[in-house]
């Protein structure tokens, strides 16, 4: 667990020391920041299940309602090697502009199924959480961490990128 904060706090530090020079878009906003108003985001990451200590695959698709708000479904998929799990997520964000990255909450509803040998778990919950991310134009690197809070909880760290398609 400790080695997992330790990675994830350099890699926050890592994102910090490429913001150092902002870039204004046409709105004059940071652009280390926002995606432009009505742009769709696609993305791809790579989670860790703190419960299941297991890394898996993320992806996500965001519409960005605004310059700092944003929604969309995630799809997280993990197998330990004795259990699967799928998660499906729809959250929303608010980017808080710092000098040198977007900080957010994230907020949502969960879905997620659990498979074993001998089990099959499904239950509806919520998830929360906060993270950050950096943009270099149409290219964005995040990193957040999420907890679930259902029958079946779980808390995730994930790193990836986003990539602005409109």
């Given at each position: 667990?400790?080695?997992?904060?330790?990675?994830?706090t350099m890699m926050l530090?890592?994102?910090?020391?490429?913001?150092?020079?902002?870039?204004?878009?046409?709105?004059?906003?940071?652009?280390?920041?926002?995606?432009?108003?009505?742009?769709?985001?696609?993305?791809?990451?790579?989670?860790?299940?703190?419960?299941?200590?297991?890394?898996?695959?993320?992806?996500?698709?965001?519409?960005?309602?605004?310059?700092?708000?944003?929604?969309?479904?995630?799809?997280?998929?993990?197998?330990?090697?004795?259990?699967?799990?799928?998660?499906?997520?729809?959250?929303?964000?608010?980017?808080?502009?710092?000098?040198?990255?977007?900080?957010?909450?994230?907020?949502?509803?969960?879905?997620?199924?659990?498979?074993?040998?001998?089990?099959?778990?499904?239950?509806?919950?919520?998830?929360?959480?906060?993270?950050?991310?950096?943009?270099?134009?149409?290219?964005?690197?995040?990193?957040?961490?999420?907890?679930?809070?259902?029958?079946?909880?779980?808390?995730?760290?994930?790193i990836g990128l986003f990539?602005?398609?409109?």
């Amino acid at each position: 667990m400790k080695n997992l904060y330790f990675i994830f706090t350099m890699m926050l530090i890592s994102i910090s020391v490429f913001t150092q020079e902002t870039k204004k878009n046409e709105e004059g906003k940071g652009s280390h920041c926002y995606f432009k108003k009505n742009s769709v985001s696609i993305g791809l990451g790579i989670p860790y299940s703190i419960k299941f200590q297991s890394v898996g695959v993320n992806a996500r698709v965001y519409y960005n309602l605004g310059d700092a708000s944003c929604f969309g479904p995630e799809f997280s998929y993990f197998n330990n090697g004795h259990e699967e799990v799928v998660d499906f997520d729809i959250v929303g964000h608010y980017i808080f502009e710092t000098p040198w990255m977007g900080v957010f909450p994230l907020a949502g509803v969960n879905y997620t199924i659990e498979k074993g040998e001998y089990h099959t778990e499904e239950a509806l919950g919520v998830v929360f959480g906060a993270g950050v991310h950096r943009n270099f134009g149409k290219i964005a690197l995040f990193g957040e961490y999420a907890h679930v809070e259902s029958a079946l909880n779980d808390d995730f760290v994930t790193i990836g990128l986003f990539f602005n398609v409109k």
